[in-house]
């Protein structure tokens, strides 16, 4: 081996261990997951996993959750609110794959970012409040189309991101 393709060799190799070592450290779009407390317009409380993903300034939400009823593309709105180094970061829309009953997760985005100030790099935390969740406390809101009588959600999390979320 030429002593060019050993180095070659060498600054890969070193440049993977960074990529490695720090990967660990921060969560540059995600997965990021946190437990939340919920309740539906029924008044059922549940408790899920959440993970969100960011990348091109959108945001996926995936809820650890079987509904026994199916969904179609772009039926679900979805509304989740973080605070941002220069505060509120809000995502909401009415953007989802198609849903099967049944599934145990359901996937929700990607949805876009309507306010809030924030720059690629910088960490999205989720907004805590205290419980119990409801129409006017929440920090995750998930509203099935009215035609499935399927009740909407409003969800909490006490519980910070782990690991942290990285807009990315």
């Not at 317009?41 to 995936?62: A, I, P």
Request: glycine share 10%.
């Amino acid at each position: 081996m030429s002593k060019r393709a050993k180095i070659a060799a060498l600054a890969t190799a070193g440049a993977f261990a960074a990529v490695t070592t720090f990967a660990g450290t921060a969560s540059a779009g995600g997965p990021s997951t946190s437990p939340y407390n919920c309740v539906d317009t029924r008044g059922r409380t549940f408790t899920t996993k959440v993970t969100y993903s960011t990348g091109g300034g959108l945001l996926k939400v995936n809820i650890a959750t079987a509904v026994p009823v199916s969904f179609p593309a772009n039926s679900i709105n979805t509304t989740v609110l973080f605070n941002g180094p220069s505060g509120g970061v809000v995502y909401d829309g009415t953007i989802n794959p198609p849903y099967t009953a049944g599934a145990p997760v359901l996937n929700l985005g990607a949805i876009p970012k309507v306010s809030g100030t924030i720059s690629p790099g910088q960490p999205l935390n989720a907004v805590l409040t205290g419980s119990p969740p409801s129409p006017s406390n929440w920090s995750l809101r998930v509203l099935f189309p009215t035609s499935t009588s399927w009740p909407s959600w409003y969800c909490v999390t006490r519980t910070p991101l782990s690991p942290p979320l990285t807009y990315n």
